[in-house]
């Protein structure tokens, strides 16, 4: 058969043992193949297609592309160890890597930077019709440029679009220790075709109403930000003109807003703000001993931990009864419940927490927040050298008795502050503690947009490092998240051991792709809640494959390694819009960053995004065959189609 002749005949056999059949094949010149993110919904409407042949509307006569051409003058250049994936969906790249792509430019620079910077931007000029970027360099603008502790440098470019924000599109380049580039990886879209429309009909104000006028929950209380005007670019729609801002209604919810500034519509709009997952059935504070650092002053004690390395005694703290002072500490004040938004303005009512006696004397909520915090602290200054939540030291702020009886606790961005309601033992929820201040890791790192994929991975590095926080500070990670609150709400172990909502007939978490739930498997009647898309629930099939990375597969690497490589992971590699797929290869070039090309580390992680099913498909072609990808180019598409959800829709084109 001729597929035999460009599939591995392996991995064929293996795809066809997943359940996917090829139906129908007909003569074609050249092939390649393109990998995407699952799309349930599509998958589920082109098992009632049968099959979808798309003729292509450009003309089949042009036959070689700048784009064709590209390809073999990379190869060219980088050698066998050239890997392209393309994410079909929009025909951009979702990583090129080889050895070397392009070694560091050779012309002098003042410093590292600008070199890192000239040769990032020269790799990304060359093959801009791979890419799909007319003029990278206008196109894409620099917002974030550091060097890891193995020398590697990394720059994360996000796009731009006649100067206005292509929203949520970046891409990251990466340098080896020579400064030569091995690996770009992104999630954007191509230049578009045809130019967009850049005059918005809609203006800024007229958005915001409408915004207010649609269904957010007590929007009429919301403050909209400054909305701006941007191209919206979610890789799953063409780009559009549209403004984005965010409505705030309270502490702990924003709605971020898109709406079209051509035609009004509203294109997406997500709480972005994480709240714990708080469910349980009450369980009493326990009376536990902890050790705390204060400050004391003229035989007052108060709870402003300085012990950190991270504190800098070159700032003067001081301390008033409701305001603390100081760099590098933990400080913890008691908003005495009320509610976070008090009446005189946001913890207005917090003070600092204080006692004539050492050893007695503080409000017990207090004592529980220091712990935890101290412990965050301590597992990400030692297990991954992050100097606090924000990587540089800052203070970390616990917030304590806000509100009357809140079952809540979340972690504030703005205040870089973790806020604790007293209604449910959270003193000893570490995990469900990590997990919420991960979050502020994660916006400042790979910032996952909080809908669908990227929010499933924004909440999974949450639990992860969840339950590696809990490891670390109790000797062992019990893979349950909400150790300690009375219920537990996901099972990283066996995620499928529990259903999504307390009703015998709802759907159970997915361990696995072929089980990942779509809004619809959330929500059947579509007049509820949907998570985001499932950000909570299909969160599990993330968390499981570290489980199995780190413990379940048989050789698992242990914790200490697998944590490495998922907080690099997340803090080198991920991007705003990245998606399940994007986290395989992340993990994997983590794990070949640390553990070296072919280690057992580097391996297992592959096999881990195996086991739920998050899996690679064949390899970039061999040069003489002619490049094609996505929606844009001359010929047919062909979809393979599969017997149930299983993750396989690649397209081949010739
Ligand atoms: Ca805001
Ligand atoms: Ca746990
Ligand atoms: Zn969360």
């Known amino acids: 058969m001729l597929i035999k002749s460009f599939l591995h005949r392996r991995r064929y056999k293996k795809l066809v043992r997943r359940g996917c059949l090829l139906l129908s094949l007909t003569a074609f010149s050249g092939t390649t193949f393109c990998a995407e993110p699952p799309e349930p919904q599509t998958m589920a409407k082109r098992l009632h297609n049968v099959i979808k042949v798309v003729r292509s509307p450009t003309n089949r006569a042009v036959r070689t592309t700048p784009r064709q051409n590209a390809l073999p003058s990379l190869r060219k250049r980088a050698g066998d160890s050239l890997d392209i994936q393309m994410r079909s969906s929009v025909g951009t790249p979702i990583q090129i890597k080889a050895n070397i792509l392009e070694r560091a430019t050779t012309r002098n620079f003042r410093s590292k930077k600008a070199r890192d910077e000239e040769t990032a931007r ?47 599109a970046e891409l990251t380049v990466h340098l080896n220790p020579d400064g030569d580039v091995h690996l770009m990886n992104g999630t954007f879209v191509r230049t578009p075709p045809k130019p967009l429309l850049l005059t918005p009909f809609v203006t800024a104000a007229e958005a915001i109403n ?25 890789g799953k729609t063409s780009p559009r003109l549209a403004w984005k801002f965010d409505v ?13 500034a051509i035609t009004g519509e509203l294109l997406t709009q997500y709480n972005q703000m994480m709240g714990a997952a708080a469910t349980g059935s009450g369980q009493d504070k326990l009376g536990e001993k902890r050790p705390l650092n204060l400050w004391e002053e003229n035989g007052t004690y108060t ?19 409701n305001h603390i002072e100081a760099k590098g500490a933990i400080i913890v004040y008691d908003n005495q419940n009320v509610s976070d938004s008090g009446s005189r303005g946001v913890f207005a009512e917090s003070v600092s927490v204080t006692s004539t006696d050492p050893n007695a004397g503080f409000v017990a909520d207090a004592v529980g927040a220091a712990y935890l915090l101290s412990q965050v602290y301590d597992y990400y200054l030692e297990r991954q050298a992050r100097n606090s939540i924000d990587g540089q030291g800052g203070n970390l702020v616990g917030i304590v008795r806000v509100g009357q009886n809140l079952k809540n606790a979340y972690w504030n961005d703005t205040f870089q502050a973790m806020v604790f309601g007293d209604g449910r033992p959270f003193a000893n929820a570490l995990d469900v503690v990590a997990h919420e201040m991960t979050h502020g890791i994660t916006s400042k790192t790979a910032n996952l947009i909080y ?21 670390y500070a109790t000797g062992q990670s019990d893979w349950l998240v909400g150790t300690n609150l009375g219920k537990i709400t996901r099972n990283m172990k066996d995620p499928s051991s529990l259903r999504i909502k307390d009703t015998p007939w709802a759907p159970h978490y997915p361990n696995k792709m072929s089980e990942y739930l779509t809004k619809k498997d959330i ?26 990375l780190a413990e379940g597969l048989e050789g698992a690497i242990g914790l200490k390694e697998a944590e490495k490589i998922f907080y690099r992971t997340l803090t080198m590699h991920l991007t705003q819009n990245s998606q399940f797929i994007d986290a395989r290869f992340a993990a994997i070039n ?65």
């Open 122 to 168: 020269q790799f990304l000029r060359r093959n801009r019709a791979l890419i799909g970027l007319k003029n990278p360099d206008q196109e894409l603008e620099l917002v974030r440029q550091w060097i890891d502790e193995l020398g590697r440098s990394h720059l994360r470019f996000s796009q731009r679009y006649h100067g206005l924000p292509v929203w949520p």
């Open 210 to 234: 409408l915004a207010l006028a649609k269904k957010i929950p007590n929007s009429h209380n919301g403050m909209a930000s400054l909305p701006q005007l941007i191209v919206y670019a979610p």
């Open 248 to 260: 705030d209604v309270s502490m702990n919810t924003s709605w971020v807003t898109v709406i079209d």
């Open 303 to 321: 709870m402003v931990d300085t012990s950190k390395s991270m504190f800098d005694s070159s700032v003067p703290l001081s301390i008033s009864a």
């Open 451 to 471: 809908l669908d994929q990227p929010g499933a991975l924004n909440e999974a590095f949450s639990d992860i490092f969840g339950e590696m926080v809990e490891a």
């Open 523 to 548: 929500d059947p009647l579509g007049v509820g809640n949907n998570d985001n898309g499932g950000v909570h629930l299909n969160s599990s099939i993330i968390n499981h494959a570290y489980y199995l």
């Open 590 to 654: 983590s794990a070949e960053e640390l553990f070296g090309v072919g280690s057992t580390q580097a391996i297992k992680t592959a096999e881990a995004f195996d086991a739920v099913e998050i899996i690679n498909i064949p390899r970039t072609p061999p040069p003489h065959i002619a490049f094609f990808c996505g929606r844009y180019g001359a010929g047919f598409h062909l979809v393979w189609l599969c017997e149930s959800r299983f993750w396989c829709n690649g397209v081949m084109s010739s």
